[in-house]
């Protein structure tokens, strides 16, 4: 899990009870309308530690797509 929290400074990572992964972002900044609607999301889930990976992955390459597309 450090090795998660070091790449991604602005998720906070956990894992449940029922051992699935968590992350949800903590920057200051809410997603914009654009994002929710590009399908950015607050919180992601996996069963491992690799899909978790991917999965924050996936958010910040999407964010940085409609960034991209706003500006």
């Given at each position: 899990?450090?090795?998660?929290?070091?790449?991604?400074p602005g998720w906070r990572?956990?894992?449940?009870?029922?051992?699935?992964?968590?992350?949800?972002?903590?920057?200051?900044?809410?997603?914009?309308?654009?994002?929710?609607?590009?399908?950015?999301?607050l919180i992601v889930q996996a069963d491992t530690s690799?899909?978790?990976?991917?999965?924050?992955?996936?958010?910040?390459?999407?964010?940085?797509?409609?960034?991209?597309?706003?500006?």
């Amino acid at each position: 899990m450090r090795r998660l929290e070091a790449e991604f400074p602005g998720w906070r990572l956990w894992i449940s009870d029922t051992g699935r992964w968590w992350a949800f972002r903590t920057e200051a900044c809410a997603l914009t309308i654009e994002q929710l609607r590009a399908g950015c999301r607050l919180i992601v889930q996996a069963d491992t530690s690799d899909a978790l990976y991917s999965a924050i992955r996936a958010e910040i390459e999407a964010e940085r797509r409609v960034a991209s597309q706003v500006s």
